[in-house]
């Protein structure tokens, strides 16, 4: 391991999971550690746990990236659907790199995942748009036209037949309401084809644990449009953060800003 290798960790609904992410594989460089998310999940109770996880790896000192399963503009957090809603507000970016003392840079969830898959995985050296969707609590939405990401799509939330798409097409619907695959399916059809409608895009992937299932439901929706299983699975959005870290602070010690309104 070196010890400039970014960390990235995955805050999920039932795991943080968080490693030293080795950028020219695209995998963790050494074994993950994985804490349960505690019941309570306040921004303050997951820095502890972060401060936890990294002392698990004295020897990385690189920055740190870190997934969030809401809307994060410029490290604030403006959405929390599926986490506490003490998140909404909370400069996350601020917070955890006062308690770690760490250079940590916080992005969406689905935003992590789409960019370790255009980067590593099932996307990869694709062009055009590729709309990478994840399938779990939620549904997570990452938008990547030629490799670049338009963060905090939140197509999960799409306003489909009177309902937020999530709430009848992930993964946790189909379990609640106790689907066979064909009857997921059949909302699975209605919420890409109606992405397809919306974007055109050149590409989906779909992401989420139950990818792992993916030849149980994908080769029963009928899309004009390629459609894969992610090839990261669980990693995807731990390598995604720390991808996104590491860009982050390249950016950061550039001169290049932006240009400016005033010359
Ligand atoms: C959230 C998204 C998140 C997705 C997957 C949705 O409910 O609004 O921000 O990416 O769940 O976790």
């Given at each position: 391991m070196s010890s400039s290798q970014p960390f990235g960790i995955d805050f999920g609904g039932t795991g943080i999971k968080g490693a030293p992410v080795d950028l020219s594989r695209g995998d963790f460089a050494n074994?993950?550690?994985?804490f349960k998310t505690p019941h309570k999940s306040t921004p303050r109770a997951i820095a502890d746990i972060f401060v936890e996880?990294?002392?698990?790896f004295p020897a990385c000192t690189g920055p740190v990236g870190?997934?969030?399963?809401?809307?994060?503009?410029?490290?604030?957090?403006?959405?929390?659907?599926?986490?506490?809603?003490?998140?909404?507000?909370?400069?996350?970016?601020?917070?955890?790199?006062?308690?770690?003392?760490?250079?940590?840079?916080?992005?969406?969830?689905?935003?992590a995942a789409g960019l370790a898959e255009v980067r590593y995985g099932?996307?990869?050296?694709?062009?055009?748009?590729?709309?990478?969707?994840?399938?779990?609590?939620?549904?997570?939405?990452?938008f990547l036209y030629d490799g670049v990401l338009i963060p905090n799509s939140e197509l999960g939330h799409l306003e489909?037949?009177?309902?937020?798409?999530?709430?009848?097409?992930?993964?946790?619907?189909?379990?609640?309401?106790?689907?066979?695959?064909?009857?997921?399916?059949?909302?699975?059809?209605?919420?890409?084809?109606?992405?397809e409608?919306?974007?055109?895009?050149?590409?989906?992937?779909?992401?989420?644990?139950?990818?792992?299932?993916s030849a149980q439901f994908l080769p029963l929706l009928d899309l004009d449009t390629e459609i894969v299983p992610a090839t990261l699975r669980n990693n995807a959005g731990a390598v995604g953060a720390a991808l996104y870290a590491a860009e982050a602070e390249m950016v950061?010690?550039?001169?290049?800003?932006?240009?400016t309104s005033s010359p």
């Open positions: 074994e993950r550690v994985r996880l990294l002392a698990a870190v997934t969030v399963p809401g809307v994060v503009r410029h490290g604030v957090v403006h959405t929390a659907a599926n986490i506490d809603r003490a998140w909404i507000g909370t400069d996350a970016d601020a917070l955890f790199t006062a308690a770690t003392g760490r250079d940590v840079h916080v992005v969406n969830d689905a935003d099932a996307a990869r050296g694709r062009r055009g748009l590729v709309i990478v969707t994840t399938l779990g609590t939620g549904i997570g939405s990452a489909i037949d009177g309902h937020d798409a999530e709430t009848r097409a992930s993964n946790r619907a189909r379990e609640k309401d106790n689907l066979s695959w064909h009857e997921w399916a059949k909302r699975l059809q209605r919420y890409y084809r109606t992405l409608q919306l974007f055109s895009p050149d590409l989906f992937v779909v992401g989420g644990g139950v990818s792992k299932q950061r010690g550039t001169d290049r800003g932006l240009p």
